[in-house]
């Protein structure tokens, strides 16, 4: 699957986001390695810290469904650019390696980035 189909993918997850605080809509696709792909939005809540973002609610809804290895995730939000959050990288991280793929859209195309580039010095429980 190509970057620009799981942005597609990823934007059609977006208009299922629930940010009724923010106004600011993020939809995810995540690419099992099973070639599976797992979709997410955020959902916000009126205390914040309940708020989950979509990148996670993809993570989470894959690896409740028992996928563990993962190919690559596109994330687009209101803005151009929509790079994921702290604790979305490290989540990633768990299942994850460095070579894994970050689709981002920029000006109507996508941009990759590995999760190494934008997670280096992961925390590592098991080192």
């Given amino acids: 699957m190509t970057g620009r189909q799981l942005i597609k993918a990823a934007k ?13 809509k993020v ?6 390695k099973s070639g599976r792909v797992y979709t997410g939005c955020n959902i916000e809540n009126a205390s914040f810290s309940p708020t989950v973002c979509a ?3 993809a993570l989470f809804k894959a690896v409740s469904e028992g ?8 994330i687009v939000g209101n803005t151009d650019m929509c790079y994921p959050c ?3 990288r490290q989540a990633l991280g768990e299942f994850c390696g460095a070579g894994f793929k970050v689709y981002l859209e920029r000006e109507g195309k996508p941009v990759m980035f590995t999760l190494g580039e934008l997670l280096p010095g992961k925390f590592d429980f098991k080192k």
């Fill in 86 to 88: 702290g604790v979305c």
């Fill in 67 to 74: 996928e563990r290895e993962f190919v690559s995730i596109a």
């Fill in 55 to 57: 990148e996670r609610t």
């Fill in 12 to 24: 059609s997850a977006r208009e299922f986001s629930y940010s009724p605080y923010s106004g600011f």
């Fill in 27 to 32: 939809g995810a696709a995540l690419l099992g």
